[in-house]
Nanobody, 124 residues
Framework: QVQLVESGGGSVQAGGSLRLSCAAS???????MGWFSQAPGKEREGVAA????????YYGDSVKGRFTISQDNAKNTLYLQMNSLKPEDTAMYYC??????????????????WGQGTQVTVSS
């Protein structure tokens, strides 16, 4: 289990960009790490994920071509570059990690460690 802390959220206009960071308490190598979003009254949804052992990435259909997930093992940090933001992207964004990468990447139940979240608000 690792401790995770998100940062980088904020308020932007539609079409703008944000870069979210997730700082981990230890080495993030050989983990599946993901970004999830949760809007008020809705379920937590998978945005993107990466297996840090080989760099293979996964994206939700709604963010493909707009968001990019990446890692910096030397800094023990996960990133989410968010471009061409839409009002529909407005949500709390959470970083998550698991030692077991065999499950469905976009299922929150597969992840054991979670950060406290960072708010992203996109206005029209």
């Amino acid at each position: 289990q690792v401790q995770l802390v998100e940062s980088g959220g904020g308020s932007v206009q539609a079409g703008g960009s944000l870069r979210l960071s997730c700082a981990a308490s230890g080495n993030i190598y050989n983990l599946r790490m993901g970004w999830f979003s949760q809007a008020p009254g809705k379920e937590r949804e998978g945005v993107a994920a990466i297996y840090t052992g080989n760099g293979i990435t996964y994206y939700g259909d709604s963010v493909k071509g707009r968001f990019t997930i990446s890692q910096d093992n030397a800094k023990n940090t996960l990133y989410l570059q968010m471009n061409s933001l839409k009002p529909e992207d407005t949500a709390m964004y959470y970083c998550a990690a698991t030692f077991w990468p065999g499950g469905i990447w976009y299922s929150p139940h597969e992840y054991a460690s979670w950060g406290q979240g960072t708010q992203v608000t996109v206005s029209s």
